[in-house]
């Protein structure tokens, strides 16, 4: 089946500093990832999509300047999260599409997680 | 906008007993409705979906859901465990205007014990 990774699997940091997660399918072209947060004993929020080649759509609510999206390539995208703060600190989770945004029946397939803690 | 509630945070069941999971939902345009597992240190992976036609979906592994549109409701079942169903499970729904994008429920976590 198709695989999603993701790394790394888990990070600490200084505030201030900043974080790249990288998330990569394996073995298919992702035209599209998303990016989710997830908080313990909470859902996974959305927050933003990318499409390869393209700028990353975000939600309402989600800073763009500080969890910078680029999906350079059909089987990777990074978040990175600028200047970061223990309020950043979270379990973040990325998932690939190999269907453009118009074929949204297609299947996503979700990477395992990076656990970002932020001293 | 879609919203999806997973009733049960955490269901204890014995192995080989029968198991549901509740999922409601709301939305003001048609769904396409999903159940996802996560299993320990593992990412989430595709369970069932409902796209259109039969109201019962199966996975290949027993599990089942029925999309019944009048009570909003997406219910997961399983007539009988096995520990290997360890996991948490969540519900997710995309509405036919979101392009494909999900919103989750909180998630269930099952515990299956001997």
């Known amino acids: 089946g198709a695989v999603v990774s993701q790394h790394p699997s888990r990070v600490i940091c200084k505030s201030g500093t900043s974080v790249k997660i990288e998330c990569r399918s394996l073995?298919?072209?992702?035209?599209?990832m998303f990016w989710y947060r997830q908080f313990p004993k909470q859902s996974l929020m959305l927050m933003a999509t990318s499409n390869e080649g393209s700028k990353a759509t975000y939600e309402q609510g989600v800073e763009k300047d500080k969890f910078l999206i680029n999906h350079a390539s059909l089987t990777l995208s990074t978040l990175t999260v600028t200047s970061a703060h223990p309020e950043d600190s979270s379990f973040y989770i990325c998932s690939a599409r190999d269907g453009g945004l118009a074929d949204y029946t297609d299947t996503q397939y979700f990477g395992p997680g990076t656990r970002l803690t932020v001293l | 906008a879609q919203s999806v509630t997973q009733l049960d945070s955490q269901v204890p069941v014995f192995e080989e007993a029968p198991v549901e999971l509740r999922c409601n939902y709301s939305?003001?345009?048609?769904?396409?409705l999903f159940w996802y597992v996560q299993y320990p240190n593992q990412g989430l992976q595709l369970l069932l979906k409902?796209?259109?036609?039969?109201?019962l979906v199966e996975s290949i592994n027993g599990f089942e859901a029925e999309f019944n549109k009048s009570q909003t409701s997406f219910h997961l079942r399983k007539p009988s465990v096995h520990i290997s169903d360890t996991a948490e499970y969540f519900c997710?729904?995309?509405?036919?205007?979101?392009?494909?994008?999900?919103?989750f429920g909180a998630g269930t976590q099952v515990v299956v014990t001997p």
């Open positions: 073995d298919f072209q992702a035209t599209t």
């Open positions: 939305s003001s345009v048609s769904v396409y």
């Open positions: 997710a729904v995309s509405g036919t205007d979101s392009w494909g994008k999900l919103q």
């Open positions: 409902y796209l259109s036609g039969s109201t």
